[in-house]
């Protein structure tokens, strides 16, 4: 879960990188990314951050049973 959810989060972000680079070289200003992972969600980078802690915490769960 980790692993999916930082990778999520990276290719949000290069999308949205990308998006912003085109807007800026057409000169285009206050549009709403709407391409790749954001055209479902309007922050899909803040959601892989939530997962990413989601899934360490999931992974601590044996250690804190072992007490």
Known sequence: MWLAAFAMETI???QKLAFL???KSTGINNQVCNVGLWRFSRHPNYFAEW???NG???????SWLAL
Not at 56 to 62: D, E, G, H, N, Y
């Open 12 to 14: 949000a972000d290069i």
């Open 56 to 62: 360490l915490v999931i992974a601590a769960i044996p």
């Open 21 to 23: 680079k085109a807007m």
């Open 51 to 53: 997962m990413v802690w």
